[in-house]
């Protein structure tokens, strides 16, 4: 079964248990983690508080050579933190080679709320195919579950998009008319195909994108729109909770 939930308010460990999940925040803690990877950090650790990023980012110092802290609150970076969430910001000279210490809003949360899955992934728009790709071998033996963050523990049109992407790509990788796709996973489909021609404009339009134009951020969005510009599978694995190059 491939399915999308409406929020990640509504996993239970039944949904997690031999599933392969991918957790989406397009705008833009999954954007950040995918295009970190891509340039080069050695890993992503992802944390619920502000207070746990500073936490731990003191306690490696003494023994990691290259330690950032990013996120965002409301958009807005947080004070004393090393980065944003823009992901533009995670350039190759910035972090290459470190450890970066994400918390957001909305992304890093939904990972944690997913963490007990059998495979985690986190997806975007910039890594669509490649996560596709990374799910396929498994499609007929797990269930395949897609966690869109959302804005505020409500459904975001941009997660949607990025759920669709990946379905898009698993359809045109199989071609197979017999793949069991809930009704909202045909929703997200259907929702990318009428705009994955016009991703920049579509982004724009639901509430993650207007806040973003609102705090100043409207650059991020196209960005996060660059489908398949980051062709990784980034891939979390727990204890710590983390993200890695797959």
């Not at 990691?64 to 990013?70: E, S």
């Not at 609150?73 to 992901?87: I, M």
């Not at 489908?227 to 190059?245: C, G, H, K």
Request: charged fraction near 20%.
């Amino acid at each position: 079964m491939i399915d999308v939930i409406m929020s990640p308010s509504l996993l239970e460990a039944s949904l997690l248990e031999q599933a392969q999940v991918v957790v989406l925040d397009v705008l833009r803690a999954s954007s950040t983690m995918v295009t970190a990877l891509a340039n080069g950090a050695v890993e992503v650790r992802l944390f619920d508080s502000v207070e746990e990023v500073t936490a731990t980012r003191a306690a490696l110092r003494a023994t990691t050579p290259r330690v950032l802290a990013g996120g965002e609150r409301g958009c807005v970076p947080v004070p004393g933190f090393d980065l944003g969430n823009s992901p533009a910001q995670y350039r190759p000279e910035v972090v290459a080679g470190a450890t970066v210490l994400l918390s957001t809003t909305n992304g890093t949360r939904a990972a944690t709320a997913a963490a007990a899955a059998q495979h985690l992934y986190i997806g975007s728009l910039l890594n669509a195919q490649a996560t596709a790709e990374a799910l396929l071998p498994a499609i007929d033996d797990r269930h395949t579950l897609f966690v869109p963050a959302g804005t505020d523990g409500r459904a975001s049109l941009e997660d949607w998009l990025g759920a669709g992407a990946i379905l898009w790509y698993i359809f045109g990788g199989t071609y197979r008319g017999d793949l069991s796709f809930t009704d909202t996973a045909w929703m997200a489909y259907h929702a990318f195909a009428a705009v994955k021609d016009r991703l920049p404009a579509a982004l724009r339009l639901g509430s993650g994108g207007l806040n973003l134009i609102q705090a100043g951020f409207e650059e991020d969005i196209d960005w996060c729109a660059a489908i398949n510009s980051r062709p990784i599978v980034a891939e979390a694995r727990r204890d710590p909770l983390r993200v890695v190059r797959g």
